[in-house]
């Protein structure tokens, strides 16, 4: 049975920093990109970053560029999503996902194969 189980969310105030972790199991996922979404409540689901199998290419929505990173750890079949400067617009429930395509053409409303069950982001102002 595969898995991805994304963990790290939490309460923040504005300006702080969190890591979001997502663990993928039940098979192996060489190739595969991963990356997250987030949804706040009443808006839709929103792109957030993604990463390719080797690292080498990175994705990020303009509204995280220069504050988010990620990373992954593919001996873990872990990938990591720094966040710093939170702001409360970053507030949202954040998902993991993986595909085997590439992260530039990951979208909203692409399908992607795997998904984690989200993690609560809250930031204070």
């Not at 593919?74 to 996902?97: G, R």
């Amino acid at each position: 049975q595969v898995q991805l189980v994304d963990s790290g969310g939490g309460l923040v105030q504005a300006g702080d920093s969190l890591r979001l972790s997502c663990a993928a199991s039940g098979r192996a996922f060489s190739g595969y990109a991963m990356g997250w979404f987030r949804q706040a409540p009443g808006k839709e689901r929103e792109f957030v970053a993604a990463i390719s199998w080797s690292g080498g290419i990175t994705n990020y929505a303009d509204s995280v560029k220069g504050r988010f990173t990620m990373s992954r750890d593919n001996a873990k079949n872990t990938v990591y999503l720094l966040m710093n400067s939170l702001k409360p617009e970053d507030t949202a429930v954040y998902y993991c996902a993986a595909d085997i395509s590439t992260p530039s053409s990951w979208t909203p409303d692409r399908y992607l194969e795997f998904w984690g069950q989200g993690t609560l982001v809250t930031v204070s102002s």
